[in-house]
């Protein structure tokens, strides 16, 4: 599978500006499920920009009706 970088970037909604990872979503996973974490397109912009990616955020957004 070809990854579509540009196409990958207009949903992306990362703050973290020196992150090599934007776009190359395969990538980004890979890095973020070895901390326990979950991508910032996974969360609503007010919590992404908390960088508070835990899976226990996650399900608490989920339990919250957030997501």
């Known amino acids: 599978m070809e990854c579509s970088k540009d196409q990958n970037l207009i949903s992306c909604n990362c703050t973290y ?5 934007k ?3 395969c990538e980004c996973i890979r890095y973020h499920l070895r901390l326990r974490e979950l991508p910032a397109c996974l969360f609503p ?3 992404e920009r908390t960088y508070d990616r835990s899976f226990e955020r996650f399900a608490k957004l989920v339990n919250e009706g957030q997501i």
Do not use: A, L, Y
């Open 17 to 21: 500006e020196p992150c090599s990872k």
């Open 23 to 25: 776009g190359i979503c």
């Open 45 to 47: 912009d007010s919590v």
